[in-house]
């Protein structure tokens, strides 16, 4: 069959891996969308994947039929399609498919930076917080940044971890958790104030 041949020779293996939404890191690896997945078990090298927890492995074709369910042949005809290797053909429904997959692979991603550009912030706030605004006294009142921070700190840092080492579900979950109700933007412009006000308190120090 002549579009395996096609297929085969100009998909690269890794690009489709990652066009599918599933990120490879610079060792090769990625988290296996065949299990669980929770740490990368998916070797991508060359023109073969591996999974070295569930034992998947084959050539980019058998990778999307895997993926998507299709016969081998309905994913190489998928892959010549999402690769533009059959640019007279309109869009298949497996194409389409794909495309919304990847924009939503692609919204995830982009979500997860804005939580990566606002979290790690606040808990190095919420770290100074718990050591400046602690009680020096058991009769003096609880400044309530302190309060804050015993409260949210270990939450703050329980989702970190998880984005940083979550399976995509979990990630995906602190994601939305975190964008609902656009907390994440709120949060986002609390910590300019603060950090304006910290200048200032600065500035106004160093005058004195
Ligand atoms: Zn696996």
Redesign the pocket.
């Known amino acids: 069959m002549r579009i395996f041949e096609i297929v085969k020779e100009n998909v690269n293996l890794r690009e489709a891996v990652e066009l599918y939404g599933i990120d490879v890191n610079r060792y090769g690896m990625a988290l296996?969308p065949?299990?669980n997945?929770r740490h990368p078990?998916?070797y991508v090298a060359g023109d073969h994947y591996h999974?070295f927890?569930?034992?998947?492995h084959g050539d980019v074709i058998d990778f999307v039929s895997k993926l998507f369910r299709l016969s081998l042949y309905d994913a190489a005809k998928k892959l010549a399609a999402d690769f533009h290797l059959t640019p007279d053909k309109p869009p298949s429904a497996a194409a389409l498919h794909a495309k919304r997959i990847r924009t939503e692979a692609q919204q995830l991603r982009e979500n997860e930076r804005l939580c990566f550009s606002v979290l790690p912030d606040y808990a190095r706030v919420l770290r100074d917080w718990k050591v400046q605004y602690a009680p020096q006294s058991p009769d003096e009142p609880v400044h309530a940044r302190f309060v804050e921070a015993c409260h949210k700190l270990d939450e703050t840092e329980y989702y970190l971890d998880i984005l940083c080492a979550g399976d995509s579900h979990e990630r995906a979950e602190v994601v939305r958790q975190q964008m609902s109700d656009g907390k994440l933007e709120e949060l986002r412009q609390r910590l300019e104030d603060i950090h304006k006000e910290d200048e200032n308190d600065n500035n106004t120090a160093d005058v004195a």
């Open positions: 296996c065949f299990h997945d078990s998916l999974c927890a569930c034992g998947e």
